[in-house]
């Protein structure tokens, strides 16, 4: 079945979506930064282990309030994971090894870490916005019609 065209948005619009994806961002990178510390410094494991634990529950967080909030898409809900998930698939492992090594290297862990979520940010942005949602935003917005 062929994809509807590509849905227009206004430079508000977009910026709304940007803004919207930034703020649920941020508390998923305060789970994230609150579960790898906890992780890290309370339990004593490794650096990609806390890493990977604390991305994961911050994954979930940040496209469960996307896609309801700022993507507001009725989209087949375990297809638009499947699709998180593969772009995770890549991510995940990518910047695992990164962490790790540029840790091995002496680069301080939370400098890793910052930099590493802001790369994650942007990417799933646009992610996000241009390949899981992008004929699927406003699709579950209710439209109060009177007969």
Same mark, same amino acid.
Request: glycine share 4%; proline share 3%; charged share 15%.
């Given at each position: 079945?062929? =994809? &509807?065209?590509? $849905?227009?948005?206004? &430079?508000?619009?977009?910026?709304?979506?940007?803004? &919207?994806?930034?703020?649920?961002?941020?508390? *998923?990178?305060?789970? $994230?930064?609150?579960?790898?510390?906890?992780?890290?410094?309370?339990?004593?494991?490794?650096?990609? *282990?806390?890493?990977?634990?604390?991305?994961?529950?911050?994954?979930?967080?940040?496209?469960?309030?996307?896609?309801?909030?700022?993507? &507001?898409?009725?989209?087949?809900?375990?297809?638009?994971?499947?699709?998180?998930? *593969?772009?995770?698939?890549?991510?995940?492992?990518?910047?695992?090894?990164?962490? =790790?090594?540029?840790?091995?290297?002496?680069?301080?862990?939370?400098?890793?870490?910052?930099?590493?979520?802001?790369?994650?940010?942007?990417?799933?942005?646009?992610? $996000?916005?241009?390949?899981?949602?992008?004929?699927?935003?406003?699709? *579950?917005?209710?439209?109060?019609?009177?007969?």
């Amino acid at each position: 079945m062929p =994809d &509807k065209p590509i $849905q227009e948005f206004t &430079k508000t619009e977009n910026l709304l979506h940007f803004v &919207k994806f930034g703020l649920f961002s941020i508390s *998923a990178g305060v789970i $994230q930064a609150l579960s790898y510390i906890l992780l890290r410094e309370t339990i004593g494991l490794v650096e990609w *282990a806390s890493y990977l634990i604390a991305l994961v529950l911050s994954v979930l967080w940040n496209f469960t309030l996307n896609r309801k909030f700022t993507f &507001k898409s009725a989209k087949n809900i375990p297809l638009a994971m499947m699709m998180v998930a *593969a772009y995770y698939a890549v991510f995940t492992p990518l910047s695992t090894w990164w962490v =790790d090594k540029l840790n091995e290297i002496g680069w301080h862990e939370y400098i890793v870490l910052g930099g590493t979520m802001i790369t994650n940010f942007v990417t799933e942005f646009l992610f $996000q916005k241009f390949v899981v949602y992008h004929n699927h935003i406003n699709t *579950a917005v209710k439209t109060n019609k009177k007969a």
